[in-house]
């Protein structure tokens, strides 16, 4: 009975490096060889999709990185598939983020993957680059552009750019998309620009922030959302443009189904080691 | 002078900001609306300096550890440095897209920001495995909600069993939004009281004593 005692113990205080490696495992074979797991595609999702597909041509979007490098394998797909949909459906898209380096990371790592003929910058995109300040700064761009940000990201007085001649404040845009991992989030682009200008909100959001997020959703406040890498698993699919994150989903079913065996390993040798030591008692 | 040095100022500039905010929110006076966008663009301006306040922050720390001689003192030496790079290249022209700064971004920043979240996910498994223990019955109704979540969200839920991320979906509309809309609405009727007390000078950490 104390032997049975004994590896109920071990299970329960699994050394963390067996943990470990058997994540590495999981992760490791879906990417090597991927099994293409159907993908269903959600509610929220499809909202996202039909809204983007209703909008007229030449249709103004805002788009806000706001997302650091750390938060970029999460937020980064959807924001890439959400450009190409709007590049493929002929809308003009202005960039902005409220985190020091979510700008770059649009110039470093999505215009250069999109598949855009014959589009220029400052006619059909334009990159308006960092705004501080937070919700402040948010703000003061949404009444008036120019006088938070005179200058684009590659320095070029805005008045220049031919696609924000008739540009001045939020109530020109048909839509604001925003992907954050923390502040400026979806709360402040829902204050500043759909209660202030009634401008339609899209949120790319990470899995942990959708409990927040729903409420506005529900509440047709936020006109859809997309959820995590999985979010833009489905918006890849819905585009035609399968990619990074359909074939990262395979790693993450693999890894969730790995975390709950783990979770139904360790209570079985809990409830077993309970069960032994009673006996022991009696 | 020693009314200057008084609350009342403080007090004054924080109602009258505050006061702008909340009016050009419910009426349209163009003149007020100008003043409430100065006032946003001043907070933009004071947070870009904020900026600089925390590189120099960051200085005097990493200064005081190498005068302290501390054990993490190289590691202070190296933030400043790298910090120093960052801001060096990021002005050679033009302006943070230089070659050498999008070299030192996509190598070293990017690389090791996104390690640090991807580490995330050998903590978040570990902490699973030792946290999500049915040791009470709120715990066990915890642990299969959290199971019906996490198969609402990898797509193999839906072939395990079709209902899976039906009935997470279920949880996530109803239980979880009633839950998380109380949560809102009481962090906001909160942030109301505080924001009256901050208006009114009553708050007085905010007003400098």
């Not at chain 1, 113990?9 to 293409?36: F, Q, S, T």
């Amino acid at each position: 009975m104390n032997e049975n005692k004994g590896i109920f113990d071990k299970i329960e205080n699994m050394n963390v490096r067996i943990i470990y490696i058997l994540i590495i495992i999981c992760i490791a074979i879906p990417i090597i060889r991927p099994v293409g797991l159907p993908i269903q595609i959600s509610e929220s999702t499809m909202s996202v999709y039909d809204f983007i597909e209703k909008l007229p041509e030449g249709s103004v979007v805002l788009v806000g990185f706001e997302t650091g490098a750390a938060g970029w394998p999460e937020l980064g797909p959807q924001l890439n598939i959400f450009m190409q949909h709007i590049f493929d459906k002929n809308l003009k898209p202005i960039i902005v983020s409220g985190n020091v380096d979510g700008a770059q990371l649009a110039e470093m790592y999505t215009i250069p993957q999109m598949n855009k003929p014959g589009k220029v910058y400052g006619k059909d995109w334009v990159n308006l680059g960092y705004i501080a300040g937070g919700e402040s700064g948010i703000a003061a761009f949404a009444s008036s552009i120019t006088s938070i940000t005179p200058r684009d990201y590659f320095n070029t007085p805005v008045e220049n750019l031919e696609m924000m001649k008739d540009i001045k404040s939020a109530a020109d845009f048909k839509l604001a998309i925003v992907c954050s991992w923390g502040t400026p989030g979806h709360s402040d682009y829902l204050r500043q620009y759909t209660t202030n200008f009634g401008v339609p909100l899209i949120v790319g959001a990470q899995t942990t922030t959708v409990p927040g997020l729903v409420p506005y959703y529900q509440s047709k406040q936020v006109v859809g959302y997309t959820s995590g890498l999985r979010g833009a698993g489905e918006y890849e699919v819905l585009t035609h443009h399968p990619g990074y994150a359909v074939a990262s989903l395979d790693a993450a079913s693999s890894y969730h189904l790995v975390v709950f065996v783990l979770i139904v390993i360790g209570n079985l040798a809990m409830v077993a080691k309970r069960f032994t030591t009673k006996k022991e008692v009696t | 002078m020693s009314f200057l040095r008084s609350r009342y100022i403080n007090v004054a500039i924080i109602f009258t900001s505050a006061f702008l905010m909340i009016f050009t929110y419910f009426f349209k006076v163009q003149v007020l609306s100008d003043a409430a966008t100065l006032v946003q663009k001043t907070v933009s301006l004071f947070a870009a300096f904020t900026l600089v306040l925390g590189a120099m922050n960051l200085t005097l720390i990493a200064y005081r550890q190498v005068q302290k001689k501390a054990p993490t003192a190289p590691f202070s030496v190296l933030a400043i440095v790298v910090m120093l790079m960052m801001i060096i290249t990021g002005l050679i022209p033009p302006l943070m897209n230089s070659p050498q700064f999008n070299w030192m971004y996509n190598n070293i920043q990017a690389p090791t920001d996104s390690t640090m979240y991807a580490m995330m996910v050998f903590f978040v498994a570990s902490a699973c495995f030792r946290a999500f223990r049915a040791r009470s019955k709120e715990a066990l109704v915890m642990l299969v909600i959290g199971s019906f979540i996490i198969f609402t969200y990898a797509p193999i839920g839906a072939i395990i069993w079709p209902g899976l991320p039906v009935i997470g979906s279920w949880i996530e509309k109803y239980p979880m939004t009633g839950a998380s809309r109380g949560f809102s609405i009481g962090v906001a009727l909160g942030g109301l009281g505080i924001g009256l007390r901050i208006m009114l000078g009553r708050e007085k950490a905010i007003t400098g004593e």
